[in-house]
């Protein structure tokens, strides 16, 4: 069975990004697991929703993508910080899943916590797979492939692209599940826009997701 780990800066991130592709794994039959870093982003379009309705929301949205497992490490919105307790956080979760597939946001993404998160992931896959921090459990085997998904800035280039024909609807079923996020933004029309885009440029299909290929079969030296 593949292990897949989606590493989200926060609930949604993840759908617009790989959701087809998520629900693609799933319906193949593997055991996706997302890590949401940071629980809830707050802006001011969601003072009156309570924590519980935006749990409720991610709740939903991992059900339509068949989502195995939702940890949510809960770091604070406009606060986040790097720091050795989030690290390691994320590595146990990596030696708990040894996953084979991992998903994070690009190196370039368009916002900082985004791009944050990256450097989180890269760095917990290294400290995970090394002889290291032995309070998080044992060493897990290097990842086949990490793949850099896109958000706010999309991709310029890319060398990574899945066919996710007859997925994006669960894509779309997710997206909506996050009803906060569509008051400021069509989202689950703009993600069914970027799907039809990249399969006609990139696979001649009618959707894909495109990724930034960051390892292959082995995770980055320490930085």
């Given at each position: 069975?593949?292990?897949?780990?989606?590493?989200?800066?926060?609930?949604?991130?993840?759908?617009?990004?790989?959701?087809?592709?998520?629900a693609k794994h799933a319906s193949e039959g593997a055991e996706v697991t997302v890590a949401v870093v940071i629980g809830r982003e707050r802006s001011l379009y969601d003072t009156e929703r309570t924590d519980a309705d935006f749990a409720d929301e991610t709740r939903k949205a991992n059900a339509a993508l068949g989502v195995h497992r939702c940890v949510v490490l809960d770091e604070p919105s406009r606060d986040f910080q790097l720091t050795r307790r989030v690290h390691l956080d994320l590595v146990r979760l990596i030696r708990e899943t040894r996953p084979?597939?991992?998903?994070?946001?690009?190196?370039?993404?368009?916002?900082?916590?985004?791009?944050?998160?990256?450097?989180?992931?890269?760095?917990?896959?290294?400290?995970?797979?090394?002889?290291?921090?032995g309070e998080t459990g044992e060493p897990a085997p290097a990842p086949r492939l990490v793949l850099g998904y896109e958000v706010w800035a999309p991709l310029p280039e890319y060398q990574y692209a899945e066919d996710v024909t007859g997925f994006v609807d669960r894509k779309v079923e997710a997206m909506r599940a996050y009803a906060s996020q569509l008051r400021h933004a069509a989202w689950d029309d703009a993600v069914v826009a970027l799907a039809r885009y990249r399969g006609a440029v990139a696979t001649g299909?009618?959707?894909?997701?495109?990724?930034?290929?960051?390892?292959?079969?082995?995770?980055?030296?320490?930085p």
């Open positions: 069975m593949t292990n897949v780990l989606v590493v989200a800066p926060h609930p949604d991130d993840d759908v617009i990004g790989c959701g087809a592709s998520m084979d597939l991992v998903y994070v946001p690009h190196r370039h993404d368009g916002d900082v916590e985004h791009r944050m998160v990256h450097q989180l992931a890269m760095e917990s896959l290294w400290m995970a797979t090394s002889a290291f921090f299909t009618d959707h894909a997701e495109v990724f930034e290929v960051l390892s292959l079969g082995a995770v980055p030296p320490a």
